[in-house]
Nanobody, 114 residues
Framework: QVQVVESGGGLVQAGGSLRLSCVAS???????MGWYRRAPGKQREVVAR???????SYVDSVKGRFTISRDNAKNTVYLQMNSLKPEDTAVYYC?????????WGQGTQVTVSS
């Protein structure tokens, strides 16, 4: 059984930093790993993705502020979030892809106060 567990969310003031972590268990040879978010009243959007080989991509709104990284040996993906803004407030989800299937975590709340 595949399990995906996020951690690291919380409440932070604008300009602050948070680091999200996501661990996947019960799965091997993961393809892409990514972070997604859903803000109140909005659809879920991709924030950042990283391939097994380490290639990364970001939504324009977080470029230069967020950094995604992964540890293949630990089936773990991280999201370092700096210079946080109130508009970054959302539930952040980890998505772990193997072939055509994506496994999701339960989400972790990030709240940025102004």
């Amino acid at each position: 059984q595949v399990q995906v567990v996020e951690s690291g969310g919380g409440l932070v003031q604008a300009g602050g930093s948070l680091r999200l972590s996501c661990v996947a268990s019960g799965i091997f040879s993961i393809d892409d790993m990514g972070w997604y978010r859903r803000a109140p009243g909005k659809q879920r959007e991709v924030v950042a993705r990283v391939t097994r080989g380490g290639s990364t991509s970001y939504v324009d709104s977080v470029k230069g502020r967020f950094t995604i990284s992964r540890d293949n040996a630990k089936n773990t993906v991280y999201l370092q979030m700096n210079s946080l803004k109130p508009e970054d407030t959302a539930v952040y989800y980890c998505g772990v892809q193997k072939s055509v299937v994506t496994y999701w975590g339960q989400g972790t709340q990030v709240t940025v106060s102004s």
